[in-house]
Antibody, heavy 118, light 113 residues
Framework: QVSLKESGPGILQPFQTLSLTCSFSGFSLGTSNMGVGWIRQTSGKGLEYLATIWWDDDKYFNPSLNSRLTVSKDTSNNQAFLKITSVDTADTGTYYC??????????WGQGVMVTVSS | DIVMTQSPSSLAVSAGDKVTMSCKSSQSLFSSEYQGNYLSWFQQKPGQSPKLLISLASTRETGVPDRFIGSGSGTDFTLTINSVQAEDLAVYYCEQYYSYPLTFGSGTKLEIK
């Protein structure tokens, strides 16, 4: 059974870097055609795709945020990571990590709320 | 980016009614290589994360009640819920995975009278 759980700082100030961790079980990023994605849900833009990292270290980013995003993984420990630099209030929302496969997004984590406030 | 447009934005129905909601994409989601439409439907109940209902436009996930039916091809897709139940109160999103960046519709909020 697949399970994903996001963790992060909760609150941060403008211009800081947001670092999120996705800890998962039930699948491995060492397996072909497995990926972990990041989606956020904000009041302004609804569900917004951020990035994906694949089993072979291939990566995709939302072009509108590309320069601010970094994704990485720790295959041995079943974790994936997202960093967003220079946050502002528009980055406030709920951040989800997802399991991706050839059939698209298969499963979602419970989400972690992030508030950017001075 | 592929733009996903959902309608209506909300609808209120009574338990037992049949519901249809629409999702249109700005370009075709059909892959001739894999002979399928790269379109998923998600259900997000209040306070929960989205849950995958249907992938490849019409393939129900294991455990999803058969009253949920996905149909359509190319750029026009429909989610039908036959005999809506009170537990179906949720926002329904379509999403394309034909190309990156993945994109979502703005959702259809289903309310039960």
């Amino acid at each position: 059974q697949v399970s994903l759980k996001e963790s992060g700082p909760g609150i941060l100030q403008p211009f800081q870097t947001l670092s999120l961790t996705c800890s998962f079980s039930g699948f491995s990023l060492g397996t072909s055609n497995m990926g972990v994605g990041w989606i956020r849900q904000t009041s302004g833009k609804g569900l917004e795709y951020l990035a994906t990292i694949w089993w072979d270290d291939d990566k995709y980013f939302n072009p509108s945020l590309n320069s601010r995003l970094t994704v990485s993984k720790d295959t041995s420990n079943n974790q994936a990571f997202l960093k967003i630099t220079s946050v502002d209030t528009a980055d406030t929302g709920t951040y989800y990590c997802t399991q991706e496969g050839k059939e698209g997004i298969v499963d979602w984590g419970q989400g972690v709320m992030v508030t950017v406030s001075s | 980016d592929i733009v996903m447009t959902q309608s209506p934005s909300s609808l209120a129905v009574s338990a037992g009614d049949k519901v249809t909601m629409s999702c249109k994409s700005s370009q075709s989601l059909f892959s001739s290589e894999y002979q399928g439409n790269y379109l998923s439907w998600f259900q997000q109940k209040p306070g929960q994360s989205p849950k995958l209902l249907i992938s490849l436009a019409s393939t129900r996930e294991t455990g999803v009640p058969d009253r949920f039916i996905g149909s359509g091809s190319g750029t026009d897709f429909t989610l039908t819920i036959n005999s809506v139940q009170a537990e179906d109160l949720a926002v329904y999103y379509c999403e394309q995975y034909y190309s990156y960046p993945l994109t979502f519709g703005s959702g259809t909020k289903l309310e039960i009278k």
